[in-house]
């Protein structure tokens, strides 16, 4: 049974960082593309970052040189590093995968930028 399970979420003051993980079970991890991504109140989910099975990332470009996605695969597990965090990357972060054309999500971390 494929399960992804996001942790680390939580309240963080302007300028502060969080470290996201999402473990995965069920499906062999190191094969497949992994994502992020993030929902805030009110608005449409949206992509944050991907890491290829080959270990490419991409970013959206508000959260280039700030966020970090990384993978290691004898653990399971995607993080995303979130640095210089802003208010405006309150939202709940999800990660994602797909597999044979079926999405796979997490049920997601709550972030909460505040000060």
């Known amino acids: 049974q494929v399960q992804l399970v996001e942790s680390g979420g939580g309240l963080v003051q302007p300028g502060g960082s969080l470290r996201l993980s999402c473990t995965a079970s069920?499906?062999?991890?190191?094969?497949?593309?992994m994502n992020w991504f993030r929902q805030a109140p009110g608005n449409e989910r949206e992509w944050v970052a991907t890491?290829?099975?080959?270990?490419?990332?991409y970013y959206r470009d508000s959260v280039k040189g700030r966020f970090t996605i990384s993978r290691d695969n004898a653990k399971d597990t995607v993080y995303l590093q979130m640095n210089n965090l802003k208010p405006e990357d309150t939202a709940v972060y999800f990660c994602?995968?797909?597999?044979?054309?079926?999405?796979?999500w997490g049920k997601g971390t709550p972030v909460t930028v505040s000060s």
């Open positions: 994602k995968f797909r597999r044979y054309g079926v999405e796979y």
């Open positions: 890491i290829s099975s080959i270990q490419t990332t």
């Open positions: 069920g499906f062999p991890f190191s094969n497949y593309d």
